[in-house]
């Protein structure tokens, strides 16, 4: 069955009564060449298991299947059971769980399905929650190996800035403190029905074993706090913004800079990640 023509999806869609729902984000992919590349680049092969959030009619899944040993996939909408189950008929190794991936136990799930196997996350993120459910996936620690996701184009760019550029906001901090963050290739709004109004890109991020830098007193939660106070104004100084954020006196702030060797006049987006963890060494616990 070819998912990614447009005569099939308006057929399975007439058959089963489906409608594409733009509150779940749907956009289902045409282009032919999009997913075997996606699925390339997760990396998946013999003995590998693989975790996609929101399969849709099954167009990357199949991708998936043909490579890995399982894969199982998470959806949260129930009208998408029955057009699964013809689609994915012919794959014996996949699996369908129904239910919202920001709440269903993934640690539970993960050891239930895939015991002893590496496991990549690869899946094509509804734009409208790409960060909460990327980073549920990276603070969870969960036992996967890297994250193969297509996201908006913006939303890529900043998830995979290097903290010290000018594209970096506090997410960008929070990607490189769990994983390294690639941008692989960008796709085309044609490549969708129907064609959402943004370009879209893959990335892909694979997870640390250690954090690049240890926080201050084993207090992750404080440095993460840090990092989002000072670009809660990102336009101001370095010093200006921490104060701010943190309700802390300036002064203070500013010493703090100084006794951590950085200028309390650079911009929150001109510090490192080391930065930032310096910083929070100076600073009241």
Not at 7 to 13: A, F, G, H, W, Y
Not at 55 to 80: C, F, M, N, W, Y
Not at 192 to 208: E, G, K, N, Q
Request: aromatic share 6%; hydrophobic share 45%.
């Amino acid at each position: 069955m070819a998912l990614t023509d447009l005569s099939t999806i308006r057929d399975l869609c007439a058959r089963y009564d489906f409608s594409l729902s733009k509150g779940f984000g749907q956009n289902f992919i045409i282009n032919p060449g999009v997913c075997p590349r996606i699925a390339e680049a997760a990396g998946l092969g013999p003995g590998w298991g693989a975790l996609e959030i929101g399969p849709g009619i099954g167009v990357l899944t199949e991708q998936l299947a043909r490579r890995a040993d399982k894969v199982v996939s998470v959806e949260v909408d129930t009208r998408l059971q029955p057009l699964l189950a013809e689609t994915m008929a012919d794959f014996p190794n996949f699996k369908l769980v129904m239910g919202d991936v920001l709440k269903v136990d993934l640690a539970a799930l993960l050891a239930e399905e895939f015991p002893g196997m590496p496991v990549a996350v690869c899946a094509n993120l509804p734009y409208y929650i790409t960060s909460p459910i990327l980073m549920r996936l990276l603070e969870e620690r969960l036992p996967i190996r890297s994250i193969t996701v297509m996201v908006q184009k913006e939303a890529a760019q900043r998830l995979c800035a290097a903290p010290g550029t000018r594209q970096t906001g506090a997410i960008s901090y929070a990607v490189a403190y769990y994983a390294s963050p690639r941008q692989l290739f960008t796709v085309q709004p044609g490549s969708f029905y129907p064609a959402p109004r943004v370009t879209s890109a893959v990335i892909r991020l694979d997870l640390h074993d250690h954090p690049p830098v240890q926080p201050a007193r084993g207090d992750e939660a404080g440095l993460f706090r840090l990092i989002r106070a000072a670009f809660s104004q990102r336009r101001k100084t370095a010093a200006n913004a921490v104060a701010a954020g943190l309700n802390l006196p300036k002064a203070q702030v500013t010493a703090a800079l100084q006794a951590a060797g950085l200028d309390p006049r650079l911009r929150p987006e001109q510090l490192t990640l080391a930065d930032y963890s310096a910083l929070q060494a100076t600073l009241p616990g």
